[in-house]
């Protein structure tokens, strides 16, 4: 158990926290606005995989795909939620959403496989990301730490859009009171609408830079989705700190799991939320619901 | 006078020879009659994670079809197949066999792709008055524990790649091995079996490791592999988790540290993985190169079809079963499943893999075992499997009814 | 309301009618169909009279036909007694589930249902050699039953088991909403803090809910397995809670009646879209967007929308008062 091995797996766990990350800060942002559970959020983390991919065939670009795919599948986002879910807003029950979305779920995959065909596509990582690093004696792969860097970089990045931009203010405003807000004279509809458009491009970059990691293939949505919701639980839903914090101590319970207990690796996650929820009810750093 | 042995070469002869019909006939003969057709059903996976296998299964099927109805059918009725979707859900599965038996009155079933299916299919065959021949389900449990006399499998099961490989192994340079698996009831019995199996060739396996199914980040398991010491890295997973595992390994670097030996080499994870591929060993369920005048006929059927489309496991595999299928039918004379399955039993068919024995006493196809090593190669856009060692069948298959090797 | 009775009466009868008037093939879709009618009736206790949404009823299901596949499988007692010591189990598993997941309301309580429904899918797999791991449990038998009855071991007979069992479950979960014990929940569903103000201890009628709830949906797991002939870990896996809540949401929250219709229309939906063609995923999905844009309230309340008089005021949108009104 030398000091390098530790560093290994701390790396490994935070490598996938970056991930996760990506696909549960823009869960919780959206619940945080909207307070709905995007239940095709996975879907959307596949779409941005493919598009990325695709990006990358065509332009053989992997930057171009790290931008444009999430600007595209951000789009999309956009367009359903003025379609669609903004006609739900004055409903009581949450079950138009669930609906909605799980919909949204189902067809979204059948048009990923229509499109694309069942056939996985090759991942790409670029040449200069292909390296291998030494670290005390241990070898981790260069795409690993980019990704952790990714990861770090988007969290700087929102955390400072949320906390110095207008458009934040106006974010957490609404996430506070979306009635002051809009008898303040703010278009809340557009607020919502941009909003989901960012949760959902901040899927769709987690689905990029994923499928170098897992390739794209159809279902890869299926189980991260769960994974999302469960990070945005233990973090609080609607904090975005909460769902950093969350990404991190899922990562970290994933990959000791695998490693030590690797009978209950797949449950290892759910006994944590567990014990949060009892301690906590509201997650980490939720309010109580 | 006929006697017994006569009758037997007969069998094998005209097994063979519906088996190589099959394969070399010209398109141009006439089409089979306006008679009834045969009606077979393909319970498999259209949408959700296994939809690629599922899409191969459908593709040989459509291939075979056209082969035989162009040689006139088999029994002179055309063949038909009747696609179902399961989704790669048991229950599914179950609903969906039913409707083909009690409304399609197909009572002929293959093409099932995942294990777990199949095993919730058996104990209702003989309610169905139905025959399932496997063509790719690898749990050894299915014709051991699980056996009932209206299943027969086709194909390669998982202890039998494992077998291959173990004995390829023994004379390897590699001498602690750590054996990775999915979580499922295929990888636990792949894994186990090698287990056992490389035991007995004297070397020694350091761990065995399960990963969930469908886990898809492998870098707890991939440290554990570099931390064992272990020189030879035994993989048991296949479709997405095979390809996240080896891009995730090739990107920490561990094939140069550890030889990766692999249950089932897929054409479809080499054309994912590109160049990453070459190197990659392990038992192959179907042998792409191998140079027998039934595979080249199958191969370049294939090919001229799917416009240079590589044959991958599952249709080598999926062409064989129904090879298997056909030739007992024509011994049957009859498309009633009873008599399928008593023409079944003991059938020797030369099929894609060699000569393959359906035996009696457990309905588990034996068939020849194939090591091969990735490589590239000229007649084809992608590298494939070049064959290194072949298993004779009694070698190669587990003892009636169970998952180990007394040989 | 006699003309109510005699329209259910009616209803019931068509019912008990209905295998000799389909093909067998259709028998065995619908026999599963009102399986998944009474899951779905089943959360709606929890969903349509608590508005406590589960994210982890595949639990009950689970548990149930786990339970009752383990039983008849080993014990070989008659079906009846072990589809019936299989609800039984469930519930005193649900108790301690009910009493955790109850401490918080909303998402959270949807998340912990959750958690514990994984955890089972989990436990499967580790304890592979009770469970069978991924294979799970095959060849469940249906043993005579006492007094060496046979007829539910046929299919028609299973299905008159089922149809039984589903009438059953409702009028008892209909009586349930209707009494005393069901005004308590409908207060605690519009208004907690008030009724909590007024003395009612809440979280042990949300607690009796939850374990009420998890019982009829093993009841519903026994049968399938049964049924079936297997159980296997799809069973538990989140999937079947995500379907069941869109059954219940689709047939009509709140209502007991929407929620089974919404079970029979999702199977025979996808049984037979399936069939029309590859591209069913999409169609499936598109209909249960358009449920949510243009009938709100379900097929429940499509159909009930049809007897009720038309209204001098037209209502501002779904409310649960229209749905109570239609149950």
């Known amino acids: 158990m030398t000091f390098g091995f530790i560093l290994a797996q701390c790396l490994s766990a935070l490598s996938q926290a970056a991930i996760l990350f990506f696909i549960a800060c823009g869960l919780t942002l959206i619940f945080g606005i909207m307070r709905i559970v995007n239940f095709a959020h996975g879907a959307i983390f596949m779409l941005g995989a493919y598009v990325g991919l695709t990006v990358l065939a065509v332009t053989g670009s992997f930057l171009l795909s790290l931008l444009l795919a999430p600007v595209a599948v951000g789009g999309i986002g956009m367009a359903f939620e003025w379609i669609f879910l903004r006609h739900l807003y004055g409903r009581r029950e949450g079950g138009a959403y669930l609906l909605l979305t799980f919909g949204l779920a189902i067809v979204l995959s059948e048009l990923i496989r229509v499109i694309w065909g069942p056939q996985p596509l090759a991942s790409g990582i670029p040449d200069y990301l292909r390296g291998i690093v030494v670290i005390l004696g241990q070898p981790f792969p260069l795409y690993r730490l980019f990704l952790i860097a990714s990861g770090i970089a988007a969290a700087v990045a929102i955390w400072q859009f949320l906390e110095r931009t207008r458009a934040g203010l106006l974010i957490r405003a609404v996430a506070q009171n979306a009635e002051m807000v809009h008898a303040l004279g703010t278009d809340v509809a557009l607020v919502r609408t941009g909003v989901f458009g960012l949760g959902c491009a901040m899927a769709a970059l987690g689905g990029v830079l994923a499928a170098p990691l897992v390739t794209a293939f159809l279902g890869m949505g299926t189980n991260v989705v769960i994974d999302a919701f469960v990070i945005v639980i233990i973090g609080g839903m609607g904090s975005f700190a909460g769902s950093l914090i969350g990404s991190i101590l899922v990562g970290f319970v994933q990959v000791l799991g695998a490693y030590y207990f690797q009978d209950l690796a797949l449950a290892f996650m759910y006994f944590l939320m567990l014990i949060v929820l009892v301690i906590r009810p509201g997650g980490l750093l939720g309010k109580e619901d | ?407 | ?327």
């Open chain 2, 1 to 407: 006078m006929i006697t017994r042995q006569t009758m037997t070469r007969r069998r094998v002869l005209k097994g063979t020879a519906g088996a190589s019909a099959l394969a070399a006939a010209p398109g141009f003969l006439r089409h089979a009659g306006a008679a009834a057709p045969i009606r077979i059903g393909i319970p498999t996976v259209v949408t959700g994670g296994y939809a690629l296998l599922g899409s191969q299964v459908i593709r040989t099927c459509k291939l075979v079809k056209k082969l035989t109805d162009a040689r006139g059918g088999l029994l002179g009725q055309p063949v038909e197949f009747f696609y179902q979707d399961t989704q790669g859900d048991p229950a599914t599965c179950v609903r969906k066999c039913q409707e083909l038996v009690e409304r399609d009155n197909c009572r002929i079933l293959t093409g099932v792709i995942v294990s777990s299916e199949a095993a919730a299919m058996l104990p209702k065959l003989e309610e169905w008055n139905a025959i399932f021949i496997s063509h790719g389900n690898g749990d050894g449990r299915l014709t051991a524990e699980l056996f009932v006399p209206r299943f027969f499998r086709a194909n390669t099961s998982a202890p039998m790649g494992a077998r291959a490989l173990a004995l390829y192994l023994k004379d390897a340079p590699e001498k602690k091995f750590i054996a990775l698996a999915s979580d499922a009831a295929w990888g636990r019995s792949s894994n186990t079996a090698f287990e056992a199996q490389i035991k007995k060739v004297g070397k020694e396996i350091v761990d065995m490791v399960y990963a969930p199914v469908a886990n898809k980040d492998y870098s707890p398991y991939i440290i554990k592999i570099l931390q064992s010491g272990a020189q030879g890295c035994y993989v048991a997973l296949q479709g997405d988790e095979a390809r996240a595992f080896y891009s995730q390994a090739t990107q920490y670097g561990l094939a140069e540290r550890v030889q990766f030996f692999t249950e089932i080499v897929a054409q479809a994870d080499i054309k994912v993985l590109g160049k990453d591929a070459i190197g990659l060993m392990g038992s192959s369920r179907y042998p792409l190169t191998y140079d027998i005048p039934q595979n080249t006929a199958f191969r370049e059927a294939f090919m001229r079809e799917y416009k240079n489309e590589i044959p991958d496991w599952t249709d080598g595999e999926m062409y064989q079963a129904l090879m298997i299928l056909f030739a007992a039918i024509e011994k049957a004379g009859s498309t009633e499943p009873g008599k399928i399955a008593a023409a079944m039993e003991d059938l020797e068919v030369t099929s894609v893999k060699g000569p393959v024995l359906m035996r009696r006493c457990d309905h588990q196809g034996e068939n020849q075992g194939f090591v091969v090593k990735v490589a590239r190669n000229d007649k084809y856009a992608e590298p494939v499997g070049e064959i290194v060692k072949i298993y004779p069948r009694e070698v190669n298959t587990p003892d009636c009814r169970s998952s180990s090797f007394s040989k």
């Open chain 3, 1 to 327: 309301m006699s003309g109510k009775a005699a329209g259910c009466a009616l209803a019931v009868v068509a019912c008990a009618l209905l295998p000799f008037a389909i093909p067998q093939y259709s028998l065995s879709v619908l026999i599963e169909a009102l399986i998944f009618g009474l899951l779905a009736m089943s959360l709606d206790l929890l969903v349509g009279y608590c508005r406590l949404y589960s994210f982890g009823h595949a639990a009950a299901y689970g548990l149930g036909a786990y339970a009752a596949a383990l039983i008849l499988t080993h014990l070989q007692l008659p079906l009846p007694i072990g589809i019936a010591l299989a609800v039984l189990a469930t519930t005193l598993v649900a108790i301690p589930i009910a009493w955790i997941c109850t401490r918080s309301t909303g998402v959270s309580f949807a998340m912990l249902t959750l958690a514990f429904a994984q955890l089972g899918y989990a436990m499967l797999f580790r304890f592979r050699d009770i469970t069978g791991g991924s294979d799970g449990i095959t060849g469940i038998p249906r043993p005579p039953g006492p007094w060496g009855i046979t007829w539910f071991q046929g299919k028609i007979g299973y299905y008159y088991l089922v149809l039984g069992c589903l009438i059953v479950s409702y009028l008892v979960c209909r009586a349930i909403v209707r009494s005393a014990f069901g005004a308590v929940l409908s207060a605690i569903r519009e208004n907690e803090p008030k009724a909590v103000a007024l003395g009612y201890d809440t979280r042990l009628y949300k607690i009796t809910t939850v374990v009420l709830s998890y019982a009829f949906g093993a009841l519903a797991g026994a049968l399938y397995a049964a049924f079936a002939g297997f159980a296997s870990p799809e069973l538990f896996f989140w999937l079947v809670s995500g379907r069941a809540l869109i059954m219940v949401v689709v047939g009509g929250a709140g209502t007991l009646i929407g929620p089974i219709l919404g079970g029979v229309f999702f199977i025979f939906l996808e049984h037979e879209l399936s069939q029309v063609t590859d591209l069913w995923p999409l169609v499936f999905g598109s209909i249960f967007m358009a449920f949510v844009m243009f009938a709100p309230e379900g097929i429940w309340g499509l159909l009930s929308s049809r007897f009720k008089p038309v209204p001098g005021i037209p209502s501002a949108g779904p409310s649960d008062e229209t749905s109570d009104a239609a149950a």
